[in-house]
Nanobody, 111 residues
Framework: QVQLVESGGGLAQAGGSLRLSCAFSGSNFRFRNFSWYRQAPGYERTFVAKITSGGSTDYENFVRGRFTISRDNAKNMVYLQMNSLKPDDTGVYYC?????WGQGTQVTVSS
């Protein structure tokens, strides 16, 4: 059974940084693609970043150049390094992989 657990959210000031982590439990981590999504208050969940099993990455235009997605196949972990944070980055961030969602971690950026 696959399980994803996010951590690392919190409160940051605009211009600051946070690093989100996603711990994967299950099989075949190294062969799976993973994504991060954000759900802002009153909005639908939207795509933020993706990393493939081969390490290729893709980003939403709003975060490109500020966020970096990475993975550690030895630790079954996926990360989202968020720099130059903006108030519009506020929301609950979800990790997705193997057709499974994590429970989310709250990120709040103050101006």
């Amino acid at each position: 059974q696959v399980q994803l657990v996010e951590s690392g959210g919190g409160l940051a000031q605009a211009g600051g940084s946070l690093r989100l982590s996603c711990a994967f439990s299950g099989s075949n981590f190294r062969f799976r693609n993973f994504s991060w999504y954000r759900q802002a208050p009153g909005y639908e969940r939207t795509f933020v970043a993706k990393i493939t099993s081969g390490g290729s990455t893709d980003y939403e235009n709003f975060v490109r150049g500020r966020f970096t997605i990475s993975r550690d196949n030895a630790k079954n972990m996926v990360y989202l390094q968020m720099n130059s944070l903006k108030p519009d980055d506020t929301g609950v961030y979800y990790c997705r992989g193997a057709d499974t969602w994590g429970q989310g971690t709250q990120v709040t950026v103050s101006s």
